[in-house]
Nanobody, 126 residues
């Protein structure tokens, strides 16, 4: 496992942008596929975006395509989520997660990820 610490959340207005960061400890970061999930009150944790080990391939849930961008810097052991054109429906706690599995559509669910951060709150008001 790796230890993950998210930062960058906050309260913004609809249409604003935020960039979340997730710093990983340990020397195995570059061997992990990484993802962002989110969980709104009363709802299940849902997949948002994922990126493969090298950063050359990404997946997004449909509701964030064209607005969110996931990226990683393996030299800094950090994965990012740039969120633009935020909507009130994006309000949730955002979690960073890591997995040893190669990135594919088959792993885009919480049970496939073995390391999780503590989460960072994103609140978007209309």
């Amino acid at each position: 496992q790796v230890q993950l610490v998210e930062s960058g959340g906050g309260s913004v207005q609809a249409g604003d942008s935020l960039r979340l960061s997730c710093a990983a400890s340990g020397r195995t970061f570059s061997s992990r596929s990484m993802a962002w999930f989110r969980q709104a009150p009363g709802k299940e944790r849902e997949f948002v975006a994922a990126i493969n080990r090298s950063g050359s391939n990404t997946y997004y849930t449909d509701s964030v395509k064209g607005r969110f961008t996931i990226s990683r810097d393996n030299a800094k052991n950090t994965v990012y989520l740039q969120m633009n054109s935020l909507k009130p429906d994006d309000t949730a706690v955002y979690y960073c997660a890591a997995t040893v599995f190669l990135l594919s559509t088959g792993i885009l669910e919480p049970r496939r990820f073995d390391s999780w951060g503590q989460g960072t709150q994103v609140t978007v008001s209309s």
